[in-house]
């Protein structure tokens, strides 16, 4: 396996400190709103305006203001929403290791040994649903303020919000979506793209790579992450040439290059279709003071 590669590069905390919490206003111009991705952590998200859909290990659940999502560690997935449609969430993710004991203890041994079979989305109206957001609100006031002690609070209402996870799993009965080999079979190929995405890549190649058909590795990519294989590639160059259209004075043609792109023109056309800008208005937009 790819280690490190496997996971999401954006930090969750600290060490010592294993908890985050994200306000994500997503870009209503574009379909695909979080791209797809993973890691070790837990994650609750509450959704506060707008509609999307969460896609989670080739599962797709709606998602609408108040629901909230419960996305377990390793588990591959990503957020679209229609074009021109708002779609706002925060998210609190963590480690649950914040919460296990020096010993294995009861509590730690019945509520933390094992993953929670919670249902992947719990709409505003199901039971200890407002009780939950209630003690994820606190978290995000007390993350945003870090006000003395703010460490030890969040500390003590995320035990809170397990608790109440954990009287949801006792009267659900669902298992979790491990998504099986197909998910790890996408999360391989994830990872090698985002190793080498500089370098060509066609599908020819990476099936060949991956010793699979072309239409099997397509099929399976799609089915699982609910975009194209190629889109996805095309996304992730974008996505990395923003950053060097925001951090070098390098060229368009040397930026599309240095990204993967081997035909210039062709990079202009897909960034435009992503940003619905050209290379250079972002350049210039991004660079711009305030």
């Not at 203001?65 to 957020?79: K, R, S, Y």
Request: with cysteine; glycine share 4%.
């Amino acid at each position: 396996m790819y280690g490190e590669e496997l996971k999401e590069l954006e930090p969750h905390g600290t060490k010592l400190f294993p908890l985050r919490v994200h306000d994500f206003c997503s870009d209503p111009t574009v379909i695909e709103r979080v791209a797809t991705h993973w890691h070790s952590e837990f994650e609750i998200l509450v959704v506060v305006n707008g509609q999307g859909e969460l896609h989670l290990n080739g599962a797709s659940y709606p998602l609408q203001v108040g629901d909230v999502a419960v996305i377990q560690p390793d588990q591959l997935h990503a957020m679209s929403a229609p074009m021109a449609v708002p779609f706002d969430f925060y998210a609190v993710v963590f480690d649950p290791i914040l919460l296990q004991s020096a010993v294995p203890d009861s509590i730690q041994q019945q509520y933390l040994s094992a993953p929670l079979q919670v249902p992947p989305v719990l709409p505003p109206t199901a039971p200890l649903v407002a009780q939950l957001k209630a003690e994820l609100a606190v978290i995000q006031r007390d993350f945003d303020q870090s006000a003395p002690a703010y460490m030890l609070r969040i500390k003590g209402h995320l035990y809170l919000v397990w608790a109440i996870l954990a009287q949801l799993a006792e009267t659900a009965h669902v298992k979790v979506n491990s998504g099986g080999i197909a998910v790890e079979l996408t999360k391989t190929v994830i990872a090698f793209i985002q190793a080498n995405y500089e370098q060509p890549l066609t599908l020819s190649s990476l099936a060949t790579r991956f010793n699979l058909s072309k239409s099997y590795l397509c099929r399976i990519f799609k089915r699982t992450t609910k975009i194209a294989l190629t889109d996805y590639i095309n996304i992730l160059r974008i996505t990395q040439s923003t950053i060097l259209l925001k951090t070098t004075t390098d060229s368009i043609s040397a930026i599309a290059s240095h990204v993967g792109f081997n035909n210039v023109s062709y990079f202009n056309k897909v960034f435009h279709r992503r940003l619905q800008l050209t290379p250079t208005e972002y350049r210039r937009a991004a660079t711009t003071p305030a």
